[in-house]
């Protein structure tokens, strides 16, 4: 059963009518309550006050807190046994979640309640209240980035009374308010100029001076021990009591910390509504430690998984978002410049190079040398490593990987002497692009005859590196060679996504085969950053290679942009701007695309 009055003393009226001044009493199962006041009058203690009554006359299971903090005074209280959300405005992701919370729990609540009010349910189940505090709502009103809110707000201000959630705003002016004031029974106004007065009330008061907490208020309580009659409902003089003030030495306190059972070890309560946590900045290695949660079936699930990479946290549960490698065999990396599309590269070969130290690492980098680092670092660590750099510098293929191959490396550019028995030898000059062919098909599949060709022809490698009259003089593949040795591609160069014939080959041919036989062989890809393919079937042959995706950019505009040429672009995007707010620094999406499960994250921060 739940309660029938949910009642809170906040002060005191003046009613000069009937010569008493009686408690001033708020049922908040019965009103929302509208705050007004001017700066100094009052509004922050009077918030302050009704969350430390709250926490007196509620037990967890009962009440829950939500706060939407704009003034930023109300930051202590988030810690409180009753206080389960508490977001302020830095970033619009808190807001878009507080009321796809709220609206989630008027949807439940609805298919308990049956039709019947919260306060008059007499169900089995046991609802609990929600009390929704939106401090400063002039400043909600008036940010261009909330716009989208303001209806789903007036909607809870309607019917989220009689669904179990009662609204607390304050404000400081009423300008921009009007429509919602009617879904506020109870109305406050503190220090105020006369004419706001009568917008809040429909009635004239008389002016008051600046005295904090002195102000007025329609009474919506009958007060006991009254003789005589009086208007109900029509405003009167009030003083708000002062809140508690919070050293941890005051008697509140201490009766706060005997009642929610309060652990001096860990610095927090032990009976405590459910929390709903938030980013406090960047997402540093010791606060990933601390404010991760772990799922239920995160142990059965993590024996499962020999490389698991842990690259974030998703911003609703806080549970770890998790890269498998030994299923996810094609990451791709999508985004903007400054994003953070290094840092992840970071996080992610960072594990790789200790727990795949075994395996070989291929950078694929371009002129920016963005890898560099990264294969640096490979180096060092004395790793199997091999490197094509687009570059007139450092365009170095491996002596063990010419085979029959001599190198001249005159002009900055390297040039490989091919012999042939049919035809004599040749004189060309590769690009690394075309090295990485070479190495290619040493190592992993055939890529001279029949490899990429049904018919007895040179393939179209062979033919881009040396052209249709010399072709053949591309080293033949040795079916005897050793077994393909675990190797981790890091691909950077933007010649990746060239429609150029022999550029797509890559992608149209090698990568979906190679993709094939990864798990097998345990073969590793990883996009880095990857561009648009203009060519329609490229983009599909690639599209379909990816198995998850990372993306550092707003995904509805992402995906408006790019349309059908990523694996976004199916997405409604419409759907996509009311279920996610703009990106903040260090956040993006984890996109399993065989799972096709979409998570908003917040990556790890690491250090450069």
Not at 61 to 87: H, N, R, T, W
Not at 105 to 112: A, Q, S, V
Not at 132 to 137: G, Q, T, Y
Not at 546 to 554: A, E, K, M, Q, Y
């Amino acid at each position: 059963m739940n309660r029938k009055t949910m009642i809170c003393t906040l002060g005191q009226y003046d009613i000069p009518i009937v010569q008493k001044q009686p408690l001033f009493q708020v049922d908040l199962l019965d009103k929302n309550i509208a705050l007004f006041g001017a700066s100094m009058s009052g509004k922050t203690n009077f918030l302050k006050l009704l969350i430390q009554s709250l926490h007196m006359i509620s037990y967890v299971g009962d009440e829950q807190i939500f706060i939407l903090d704009f003034g930023g005074a109300l930051a202590f209280y988030k810690d409180f046994p009753l206080v389960s959300a508490y977001f302020d405005n830095s970033n619009e992701e808190y807001v878009k979640r507080a009321f796809k919370i709220l609206e989630e729990i008027i949807k439940n609540n609805t298919k308990y309640l049956g039709g019947a009010g919260f306060s008059s349910y007499d169900g089995v189940k046991k609802l609990i209240h929600t009390t929704f505090i939106i401090d400063n709502l002039n400043a909600f009103q008036d940010e261009p980035r909330y716009a989208a809110y303001q209806e789903k707000f007036a909607k809870i201000c309607r019917d989220g009374l009689s669904k179990g959630i009662t609204v607390v705003v304050t404000a400081s002016d009423t300008k921009g308010l009007s429509s919602y004031l009617n879904s506020f029974g109870q109305k406050i106004a503190l220090e105020m100029p006369s004419d706001k007065y009568t917008d809040i009330f429909n009635a004239k008061v008389t002016e008051i001076g600046a005295i904090a907490g002195r102000g007025f208020a329609n009474v919506t309580i009958k007060p006991g021990n009254i003789e005589g009659t009086f208007r109900m409902n029509a405003p009167y003089e009030l003083q708000c009591y002062i809140a508690d003030k919070l050293d941890g030495t005051t008697k509140y306190m201490q009766t706060l910390k005997d009642k929610f059972k309060y652990d001096e070890i860990s610095n927090t309560y032990i009976k405590s509504a459910k929390k709903y946590l938030t980013f406090s900045g960047d997402l540093t290695f010791s606060e990933y430690n601390r404010l991760r949660q772990t799922p239920n079936n995160y142990e059965k699930k993590s024996e499962g998984i020999p490389c698991p990479i842990s690259v974030g946290l998703d911003y609703i549960d806080f549970f770890p978002v998790i890269v498998d490698c030994s299923e996810t065999r094609v990451i791709g990396i999508y985004g903007k410049k400054e994003y953070g599309k290094t840092n992840l590269l970071r996080l992610i070969l960072d594990e790789l190079f200790k727990k795949k130290s075994y395996a070989r690492f291929v950078f694929f980098d371009d002129g920016r040398k963005q890898l560099k680092e990264f294969y640096e670092k490979c180096e060092s660590l004395g790793l199997d490593i091999r490197k094509f750099v687009e570059s007139k510098k450092n365009m170095i293929l491996p002596p063990q990987e010419t085979k029959d191959m001599s190198l001249d490396m005159s002009n900055g550019f390297m040039n490989v002497i091919g012999q042939s028995k049919q035809t004599g030898s040749i004189r060309k000059t590769l690009s690394p692009f075309q090295q990485f062919y070479h190495f290619i098909n040493d190592n992993y599949m055939n890529l001279t005859w029949n490899g990429l060709s049904n018919h007895h022809l040179p393939s179209p490698i062979a033919t881009y590196i040396y052209g249709e009259a010399n072709a053949g003089m591309m080293p033949s593949y040795d079916e005897d060679r050793k077994p393909i040795k675990p190797t981790v591609f890091i691909l950077q160069s933007k010649m990746l996504y060239l429609s150029a014939n022999g550029e797509k080959q890559f992608i149209n041919n090698i990568l979906p085969k190679l993709a094939a036989i990864a798990e097998e062989q345990d073969l590793i890809f990883i996009f880095t950053d990857i561009q648009k393919i203009t060519d329609q079937e490229t983009n599909n042959f690639f599209n379909n290679t990816l198995s998850s995706v990372f993306l550092l950019d707003n995904i509805a505009e992402f995906a408006a942009e790019r349309g059908q040429k990523s694996v976004f672009g199916s997405m409604d995007i419409k759907s996509l701007k009311e279920e996610y707010a703009r990106c903040e620094k260090g956040d993006g999406y984890y996109y399993d695309i065989e799972a096709d499960k979409l998570v908003k994250m917040k990556f790890i921060k690491t250090e450069e």
